[in-house]
């Protein structure tokens, strides 16, 4: 945090000035993104609803995007963010395992979220966008567009799940603090709103409903839309916190075996890990790294769901995306890491989990919270609910590495704090804290209507 | 935040291997600690409550006291913390004024408090202590030592007053998160809370009376007391605040003009500018620096109570200190700057007030949290209500340089951030925020009561 011109200038030379982008290291091309007729996305298709230089990048085959001089000098006010190894932790556990994490949320809005808000912000402004529209769940994204949104004076227009605007008035407040407008979805500012609320006037809402009226609003009033994860520009933005991490874990003389994050949209796991698979395929990693990819078992899109064509969004606006899915229909029960609350995730990813070079695990909230709790008891910093996950995965690496004797190094990605979660901890400690998982008969009814729902475009 | 051993090793230099002890720079002995029959207070009856090694610290005349490689190991895991130019506030003020906060909200428990903390947990940890008892009054102080007792295995006993304790849940679930047992004060545990509980059984408690049952539960048990401000050693366990930051402004080419920091007690204040006076008095300061303490007009001590001998609870627990008060029998209103919110302030820092080398203001509360918006809307960064005092200065400050057209350089102390007390800025934000402060003949009664307290004990 020291480390930048705004700070003192020595530290400076840690952030990156480039973004690294995978598609060209992908060997092969991503499947594409296809329109209702099944034909491909073009371009233009998207500059409808986002920045152009934002799509620009999205199909770019450049290996690195420089960083805007205004971006990164907003990214200076925070970055480079910490790397810590978690030596408490690790003597609690007795494992011979080194555990490091990167610890995004020093920034502002507490997560890793503003490296990208702060960049599609920019843009939006930069050709000449007086208002940005968003989607939030638990509020970590909306809050990281509501401060890019005060530092560059655009309007933000922020869609907010309805069961979180209601049990977590918090970050609402932080949004508004920041001067962005807050509205509790599904609403009836749009169709798609008012078609969930005449469903169910008390409707909890998602995070694809929040999508979809997001981008409705954005399509019909011409402002610009930011998105939180999932497309390429988006996981493309968080490579800073890999490229910073690359540099810091040889401060240590270290290497990881294990890169480990959790997965909602899979934003701030990419982030980390696609640095490292860099390395890996350029023959300069020191180890032969894994990927771990970590999701919620009430969301098991990457462990029990299919690698198909889906809608982005709940209302079947977006493009069709070829991803791990458990069915753009499917509802996610409550569970507190609202950021994880999404029936998709990234095609990158996807494409790499189905390859096998990415290995994905799912872990049930009780557990999650349980991991949780052991990380701020002996390291001091609450875990976000997202970033838990990543907790607990390491958590059973590392005692896996005690029972085979192995000093591994693992790197989790603790992508935010939980200081605005303490009524899900409160739950926890009270032993009020539900933990609903999906049924293998449920999810199958969702996945059917997908398969429904492609047949027919000639897509596989 | 990258600047430390467990972090990238090449930043440890930067953060204090010793804290600076005002003590032999006072040019005057402290005026004694008085017991109730009006003699000065010996070490061995501190000895009573508080570790030895602190004891021997709040008498000590050495002027660097080295610190423990055990406790600078777990500040190296935050410190040195962030030096910030917040050149956004300076430009929508439109002021020559250059402005920089030290920002110590990136603390695990977001504030300032764990410097010494941490210190006397583990000097209390040392000394062969199972459990410190302490008091809190928003949570900040109270979750630095759970913080402090999950790293050294020490139970904490935090008192709580009851106000906060219902109206800010939050703090309390953090500490309880890090291990530690919270009662809200005033209780049945201790005489002065029963006391207290029976004059009024919904009784809102003071800092004050929660200092009144810590110190009763620990004389009684054995346990040690921890405190969080007021007296010598806590306060020059601070100074690692503003060690740090006179490296840290020469990276800028720059040195203060203003030193500027909110005062409860007066420890994050103290930590801040004692190293600046310090180069002052020994003549390396590269400017003449003015030191402005401020305070919310609803507990005005420094600028409308009296410098005398008080006691520092409202039992009358304590020794009597010489310090700027507004009578220990003073009710603060329940402004949200909860760490404000104590009718007297440390001894050292009134001295230096009464030979008028630091200045005094006090702002209300509503003018403080208009401040701390504009530094959200402008930095990013959420003050707690307390640090936000020092913003309001700030601001006044570089108005008035404005007008002067003088480019002067002012540095605040960002004490904390306030992500747990979003709710006082919703009420702010509703213009719900209520702005209570005492009268004239109020704060007489109080004092009056003070002159008949020290009456025949020879003092003055």
Same mark, same amino acid.
């Given at each position: 945090?020291?480390?930048?011109?705004?700070?003192?200038?020595?530290?400076?030379?840690?952030?990156?000035?480039?973004?690294?982008?995978?598609? #060209?290291?992908?060997?092969?091309?991503?499947?594409?993104?296809?329109?209702?007729?099944?034909?491909?996305?073009? #371009?233009?298709?998207?500059?409808?609803? &986002?920045?152009?230089?934002?799509?620009?990048?999205? &199909?770019?085959?450049?290996?690195?995007?420089?960083?805007?001089?205004?971006?990164?000098?907003?990214?200076?006010?925070?970055?480079?963010?910490?790397?810590?190894?978690?030596?408490?932790?690790?003597?609690?556990?007795?494992?011979?395992?080194?555990?490091?994490?990167?610890?995004?949320?020093?920034?502002?809005?507490?997560?890793?979220?503003?490296?990208?808000?702060?960049?599609?912000?920019?843009?939006?402004?930069?050709?000449? !966008?007086?208002?940005?529209?968003?989607?939030?769940?638990?509020?970590?994204?909306?809050?990281?567009?509501?401060?890019?949104?005060?530092?560059?004076?655009?309007?933000?227009?922020?869609?907010?799940?309805?069961?979180?605007?209601?049990?977590?008035?918090?970050?609402?407040?932080?949004?508004?603090?920041?001067?962005?407008?807050?509205?509790?979805?599904?609403?009836?500012?749009?169709? !798609?709103?008012?078609?969930?609320?005449?469903?169910?006037?008390?409707?909890?809402?998602?995070?694809?409903?929040?999508?979809?009226?997001?981008?409705?609003?954005?399509?019909?009033?011409?402002?610009?839309?930011?998105?939180?994860?999932?497309?390429?520009?988006?996981?493309?933005?968080?490579?800073?916190?890999?490229?910073?991490?690359?540099?810091?874990?040889?401060? &240590?003389?270290?290497?990881?075996?294990?890169?480990?994050?959790?997965?909602?949209?899979?934003?701030?796991?990419?982030?980390? &890990?696609?640095?490292?698979?860099?390395?890996?395929?350029?023959?300069?990693?020191?180890?032969?790294?894994?990927?771990?990819?970590?999701? #919620?078992?009430?969301?098991?899109?990457?462990?029990?769901?299919?690698?198909?064509?889906?809608?982005?969004?709940?209302?079947?606006?977006? #493009?069709?995306?070829?991803?791990?899915?458990?069915?753009?229909?499917?509802?996610?029960?409550?569970?507190?890491?609202?950021?994880?609350?999404?029936?998709?995730?990234?095609?990158?990813?996807?494409?790499?989990?189905?390859?096998?070079?990415?290995?994905?695990?799912?872990?049930?909230?009780?557990?999650?919270?349980?991991?949780?709790?052991?990380? !701020?008891?002996?390291?001091?910093?609450?875990?976000?609910?997202?970033?838990?996950?990543?907790?607990?995965? !390491?958590?059973?690496?590392?005692?896996?590495?005690?029972?085979?004797?192995?000093?591994?190094?693992?790197?989790?990605?603790?992508?935010?704090?939980?200081?605005?979660?303490?009524?899900?901890?409160?739950?926890?400690?009270?032993?009020?804290?539900?933990?609903?998982?999906?049924?293998?008969?449920?999810?199958?009814?969702?996945?059917?209507?997908?398969?429904?729902?492609?047949?027919?475009?000639?897509?596989?």
């Amino acid at each position: 945090m020291v480390g930048c011109a705004r700070r003192a200038p020595q530290y400076e030379w840690m952030v990156p000035r480039a973004w690294y982008n995978i598609l #060209p290291d992908l060997g092969g091309a991503l499947p594409p993104y296809l329109r209702p007729d099944g034909e491909p996305v073009r #371009p233009r298709d998207l500059e409808v609803l &986002f920045a152009r230089e934002l799509v620009r990048q999205e &199909f770019s085959q450049e290996r690195w995007i420089p960083i805007p001089s205004e971006v990164r000098e907003i990214y200076l006010t925070w970055r480079p963010t910490p790397l810590v190894r978690a030596r408490r932790l690790e003597e609690a556990l007795r494992t011979p395992a080194r555990i490091y994490y990167k610890y995004e949320g020093v920034s502002p809005p507490g997560s890793h979220k503003p490296n990208t808000a702060v960049a599609q912000v920019y843009y939006a402004a930069r050709e000449g !966008a007086g208002r940005v529209t968003t989607e939030t769940g638990a509020g970590q994204w909306g809050s990281a567009v509501a401060f890019a949104g005060s530092l560059f004076r655009v309007k933000a227009t922020v869609y907010m799940t309805r069961s979180s605007y209601l049990q977590k008035p918090y970050r609402r407040v932080l949004m508004e603090l920041w001067g962005a407008e807050v509205v509790p979805s599904p609403s009836d500012r749009t169709e !798609a709103g008012r078609k969930f609320l005449s469903e169910d006037p008390n409707h909890p809402g998602s995070l694809g409903i929040a999508i979809s009226e997001a981008i409705e609003d954005a399509v019909r009033s011409g402002a610009r839309y930011v998105l939180g994860s999932v497309l390429n520009f988006v996981l493309m933005h968080q490579t800073v916190i890999g490229l910073e991490a690359l540099e810091q874990i040889r401060y &240590f003389d270290d290497y990881p075996d294990y890169v480990v994050g959790c997965v909602g949209g899979g934003s701030s796991f990419s982030g980390l &890990f696609w640095p490292f698979y860099y390395e890996k395929r350029a023959g300069k990693a020191e180890r032969d790294v894994k990927f771990i990819a970590v999701e #919620p078992a009430a969301v098991p899109s990457m462990t029990m769901g299919e690698y198909t064509y889906d809608f982005g969004d709940t209302a079947g606006l977006t #493009p069709l995306i070829k991803m791990y899915t458990v069915g753009h229909t499917y509802k996610p029960p409550p569970i507190h890491a609202g950021g994880l609350r999404y029936h998709g995730c990234a095609p990158t990813l996807s494409l790499l989990v189905s390859r096998g070079e990415v290995g994905a695990v799912a872990y049930r909230q009780g557990e999650v919270f349980e991991a949780a709790r052991l990380f !701020a008891q002996h390291e001091g910093i609450v875990p976000a609910p997202e970033s838990a996950h990543a907790v607990k995965a !390491a958590v059973d690496i590392a005692l896996e590495a005690k029972r085979e004797g192995r000093p591994v190094t693992i790197l989790i990605n603790m992508s935010g704090h939980g200081l605005l979660d303490l009524q899900a901890y409160d739950e926890y400690l009270r032993g009020a804290l539900a933990d609903v998982v999906p049924t293998a008969e449920e999810l199958a009814a969702h996945l059917a209507r997908v398969r429904e729902l492609i047949r027919g475009k000639g897509v596989r």
